[in-house]
C-alpha cells in the first residue's frame, strides 16, 4: 500500500547541530508539505515544493530548509538547531491537479533540542 | 494574516448526543474547506471536505458552510467515545487543485462521555 513515512520518529540533539529529518511518499504525488505543531500554535507550515526542483517558503520558515531531488522525498533540514525548535513534525502530501486536497499526513517526528 | 479561529475546548458531550464543532476564518476569499481528526500523539486524518454553501453529510459527521458569514463547523450525530480527539479546522484558498496551502486552526477538543 502506498504511505508516508518520516524518519526518525523521535529525536534529542543539542542546541548549534545540524539535523536533518527526513519524508519518504509512495503516492507519487507532486506536493509535499512539512508543519511543525506547538501547543496553542496548532499546524504551521514550515515549507513546501509543488515539485522536483520547487520549493517554498511557509509561514516560518526561518532556520529551516528543504530540498526536492525527486518525487517520493522532502527532507527538512535544521542548519543550526535551536530550543524554539522543539516540537512535533509533521509531513504531508497531495495529489496535483487531481485528487480532492486532501493532504494525507505522515506519523511525525518529536524533535527535542537541548 | 489569513486566520482560522476554533474555540480550544474541551468540548464535553455525552455519548449519543450531538457535537457541534465551529470554525471561522479571516480571508473571505477562501473556496474549500476541511475537517481533520487527530487523535493524541496521531497524525492528522481527513474526516471530510467541503467547498459548496450548505451541507455535506457522511455517515455520522455533516459539515456546514456559510460563506457569507465566513463560518464552518461540523457536526458529530450519535457521538462515542471513540469520537474524542482533537478536531482541526483548515482552510484552503483554492477550489481545485490540492497544491495550495492549507490554513489550520488550533484545533477543538471533544471529549465524549460514557
Known amino acids: 500500500d502506498a504511505e508516508i513515512t518520516q524518519s526518525p520518529r523521535h529525536k534529542i540533539t543539542e542546541t548549534g547541530r545540524q539535523v536533518t529529518l527526513a519524508c519518504h511518499q509512495t503516492?507519487?504525488?507532486?506536493?509535499m508539505f512539512w508543519y511543525r505543531q506547538d501547543l496553542g500554535h496548532g499546524l504551521r507550515l514550515i515549507h513546501y515544493?509543488?515539485?522536483?526542483?520547487?520549493?517554498n517558503k511557509g509561514e516560518v520558515s526561518d532556520g529551516y530548509s528543504v530540498s526536492r531531488s525527486n518525487t517520493e522525498d522532502l527532507p527538512l533540514t535544521l542548519e543550526s538547531a535551536a530550543s524554539s525548535q522543539t516540537s512535533v513534525y509533521f509531513c504531508?502530501?497531495?495529489?496535483?491537479?487531481?485528487?480532492?486536497?486532501?493532504?494525507?499526513f505522515g506519523p511525525g517526528t518529536r524533535l527535542t533540542v537541548l | 494574516q489569513k486566520e482560522v479561529e476554533q474555540n480550544s475546548g474541551p468540548l464535553s458531550v455525552p455519548e449519543g448526543a450531538i457535537a457541534s464543532l465551529n470554525c471561522t476564518y479571516s480571508?473571505?476569499?477562501?473556496?474549500?474547506f476541511f475537517w481533520y481528526r487527530q487523535y493524541s500523539g496521531k497524525s492528522p486524518e481527513l474526516i471530510m471536505f467541503?467547498?459548496?454553501?450548505g451541507d455535506k453529510e457522511d455517515g455520522r459527521f455533516t459539515a456546514q458552510l456559510n460563506k457569507a458569514s465566513q463560518y464552518v463547523s461540523l457536526l458529530i450525530r450519535d457521538s462515542q467515545p471513540s469520537d474524542s480527539a482533537t478536531y482541526l479546522c483548515?482552510?484552503?484558498?483554492?477550489?481545485?487543485?490540492?497544491?495550495?496551502?492549507?490554513?489550520f486552526g488550533t484545533g477543538t477538543q471533544l471529549k465524549v462521555e460514557l
Open positions: 504531508a502530501s497531495s495529489e496535483y491537479p487531481s485528487g480532492e486536497n486532501e493532504q494525507f
Open positions: 480571508d473571505r476569499g477562501s473556496q474549500s
Open positions: 483548515a482552510v484552503n484558498p483554492e477550489l481545485t487543485g490540492g497544491g495550495n496551502k492549507l490554513t
Open positions: 467541503i467547498y459548496s454553501n
Open positions: 503516492w507519487n504525488h507532486n506536493n
Open positions: 515544493s509543488y515539485g522536483v526542483h520547487d520549493t
